[in-house]
Structure formats: structure tokens, C-alpha cells
């Protein structure tokens, strides 16, 4: 009975965690572009979830696919799924591996959450892992800081070449 008890207790905190996730990772790349003061890459993050969303609720309501061990109905693609690797491509892709393979560890195991919890199976996990990549590569592009100017001047027989480099 004790051991039930733990097995179940492990559950739910995996469960729990991955919801967590949920929201802290969509959280975290959108706070981040906007301290950096990258607001191309916040509408591109905003553009990758509108579409993100979009296309998982189609599925979803579309196919309407029942819900492993009668847990309920509109199991595919699996939303905390397609949600978190929205987030962690976006990161990845914007940002770098640097920070992206963190995001994809944390996006990887709120889908295997959603499996533990008997709430989506391999395959609502797969469809939308797959969606939310998708939806993030179509709109973003890499993150270039603008740290380096080239300028140049004439006027009458003169000729005036620059290079700016900021820290």
C-alpha cells in the first residue's frame, strides 16, 4: 500500500511540474526578447504562438481523438506539448543552442509528463512537439545584435570610410 501511495505521489509531481513548465517556458522567451529590448523577436514569438495555438486547436477539435485510458477526448496533438517546444524552438532558434537545449530539455519532459500523467500517448506528444517547432520556425530568424556600423562619406575629391564596433 505505502509503495501505491509513493508511486502515485511521483505521479502527480511529474504532473504538476510538467503544467508548471506550461506556462514558465512561453513565460521566460518572452520576458527575455523584451529585456533585451528585442521586439522584432517578441513578434516573432507572439506570431509562432498564434499560429502554434491555432493549429493545435484545429487538431484538436477536428480529429477530436479520444484520450489514452478514457481520460477524456480532443487528445491530438497533445497542447502542453506544442506549446513548450513552440517556446524552446523560438529560444533556440533566436537565441542559440546556448540557451535553446535547456528549453528543449524542459519542452522534452513536459511531454513525457503528459504521457506519466495517461493524459496524451507517443503519438499526441510527437504531433505536437512536431506543431509547435513548426509554428516557431516559420517566423523566427536568429538574433543579430546591432554592434557593428560601416559608414561612408564623400564629397567633392574626399572619401571617408568608418567602422564602429560597440561593446
Do not use: C
Request: charged residues 15%; hydrophobic residues 40%.
Amino acid at each position: 500500500m505505502l509503495n501505491t501511495t509513493r508511486v502515485a505521489a511521483q505521479n502527480k509531481t511529474v504532473q504538476s511540474a510538467g503544467d508548471v513548465i506550461l506556462f514558465s517556458l512561453p513565460a521566460a522567451a518572452l520576458t527575455g526578447s523584451l529585456i533585451a529590448k528585442d521586439y522584432n523577436g517578441t513578434w516573432q514569438f507572439t506570431k509562432g504562438a498564434l499560429l502554434n495555438q491555432a493549429v493545435t486547436i484545429g487538431l484538436k477539435y477536428g480529429l477530436n481523438k479520444e484520450r489514452p485510458f478514457g481520460n477524456g477526448d480532443r487528445a491530438f496533438p497533445s497542447g502542453h506539448t506544442s506549446t513548450t517546444f513552440q517556446s524552446a524552438a523560438f529560444i533556440q532558434k533566436r537565441y542559440g543552442w546556448k540557451y535553446g537545449i535547456p528549453a528543449y530539455a524542459l519542452a522534452g519532459f513536459t511531454g513525457y509528463s503528459r504521457i506519466n500523467a495517461q493524459k496524451h500517448d507517443g503519438w499526441d506528444v510527437l504531433a505536437g512537439a512536431a506543431v509547435g517547432i513548426g509554428s516557431a520556425y516559420l517566423f523566427t530568424t536568429p538574433y543579430q545584435r546591432e554592434h557593428m556600423e560601416l559608414t561612408f562619406a564623400s564629397w567633392e575629391d574626399n572619401y571617408l570610410l568608418g567602422f564602429a564596433y560597440k561593446f
